[in-house]
């Protein structure tokens, strides 16, 4: 398939801004990008698309998200905006052990058709690829239930969908040190075997997994060929961004308690840091000092972390605006770490970009100015979302 994109106001690509700019694609992937006068003869015979002096950016790449679960947490929202805490919650077996319960309580059918509409919610925001964590199953049969949900997600969903086993928390009625064991010399190879998950993440924190566990979880898992992130530094600085980068992986995501140290250690290393607005806003958090770590040299990304507990956030959008105001980054940093370094913290950088080789999924805006929707709050001004070429929406 062979089509040619012109009538673009505004592009991002998003290292670059173009003016009356133009694409083309073949085989779902971009194979030329630059301004309208200067289309190269050879695409001037193909098929034509008229996006009708619209702006255009990238698709949005949510690298950090928890979107297959059972239930909700609205009655332990009611009870954390009055002040009880989400640590004290989890530590009194709800939180993340509530919606464990749910999950557990769901069928597979369930939990995909629950999925599969959430996705559409994010779709229809311009998020043409996305992470999605297991976690709420805990029990080995569980975690491959979700997993397998996932796996079906992947297949039908129009978005491109990166599948990551979670170490979340120790089970209630587990010892730690026998579920460690499962999860490295269990689970892990099973999900090695299977084909499963691309990545393992562990939530190293306080509540969750010591250090010395997430290293063995991690370790394990590169063991077995699987790529590792993690959730670290959230609730409290236990050392897991400086595990993270020394072990190589694609990403360390929350980073509300880091220190220059931990920024200096990313940087060296190349892995992502992924701020997560919704999770750092929601649970009345320090807000993640995004400008220092840019400017430390980090890579940095901006995820939703949608999940029914810390982060009902449904808004791609929102997540960059909190990251503007609270974070400093500029309106065009934002988008390159929803973007661009969001893909790359799924090791892809065939995504997130409008570049010859790259999968072409992109939103066309509804205005001719391509950052106008993230200038007008709770507007997203999306006129239609592309993946692999494919119109998706509407
Ligand atoms: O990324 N921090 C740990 N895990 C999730 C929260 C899960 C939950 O509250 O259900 C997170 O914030
Ligand atoms: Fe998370």
């Known amino acids: 398939m062979k089509q ?22 073949r085989d779902g992937r971009f ?21 009708g002096g619209r702006g255009a950016v990238p698709g949005l790449v949510d690298a950090h998200s928890h979107l297959v679960y059972g239930g909700n947490r609205l009655g332990e929202y009611l009870k954390r905006a009055r002040g009880e805490s989400y640590e004290a919650i989890l530590a009194a077996g709800g939180g ?47 975690e491959l239930k979700m997993l397998r949900v996932i796996r079906r997600l992947q297949e039908t969903l129009p978005q491109h969908v990166f599948p990551t086993l979670l170490a979340h928390v120790v089970p209630q009625g587990w010892e730690r040190k026998k579920y460690v064991a499962m999860f490295t010399g269990e689970l892990i190879p099973e999900v090695a ?13 306080e509540g ?12 394990a898992a590169l063991l077995h060929n699987l790529k590792i992130k993690l959730h670290a530094e959230q609730i409290a600085h236990t050392g897991a961004t400086k595990l993270a980068a020394e072990l190589g992986a694609l990403s360390a995501d929350h980073l509300e308690q880091t220190t220059s140290a931990d920024w200096e250690a990313l940087a060296q290393s190349g892995t992502v840091g992924t701020v997560l ?23 940095v990304a901006i995820a939703t972390d949608h999940n029914p507990g810390s982060s009902p956030l449904f808004s791609p959008w929102l997540g960059m605006q909190l990251t503007v105001s609270l974070g400093r980054l500029s309106l065009e940093e934002a988008l390159m770490a929803h973007t661009e370094n969001a893909a790359l913290a799924l090791g892809r950088a065939d995504l997130g ?29 999306i006129y239609a979302v592309y993946v692999s070429g494919n119109k998706a929406l509407p």
């Open 208 to 219: 969750a997994f010591t250090l010395k566990e997430t290293r063995r979880i991690l370790e």
């Open 277 to 299: 607005p919704g999770a750092a806003v929601i649970l009345r958090k320090p807000f993640p000092n995004a400008r220092a770590m840019w400017d430390a040299g980090v890579r």
């Open 4 to 25: 040619v994109f012109t009538g673009i106001a505004e592009l991002y690509t998003p290292r670059e801004r173009l003016e009356r700019a133009a694409f083309a694609v």
């Open 31 to 51: 194979v030329w990008v630059g301004a309208e006068k200067d289309l190269p003869e050879e695409y001037r015979t193909w098929p034509r698309a008229d996006l």
């Open 96 to 142: 993340i052990y509530a919606t464990v319960r749910a999950t557990h309580a769901a069928s597979e059918d369930e939990l995909y058709e629950w999925a599969k509409a959430r996705a559409a919610l994010f779709l229809a925001q311009g998020v043409t690829a996305i992470e999605i964590k297991s976690g709420y199953g805990l029990l080995p049969e569980a």
């Open 353 to 381: 970009k409008i570049e010859p080789g790259a999968w072409a999924d992109f939103v066309v805006v509804d205005s001719p100015h391509a950052l106008k929707p993230l200038y007008h709050w709770g507007n997203q001004l």
């Open 193 to 205: 075997r299977s084909g499963l998950a691309e990545a393992v993440d562990v939530f190293c924190d």
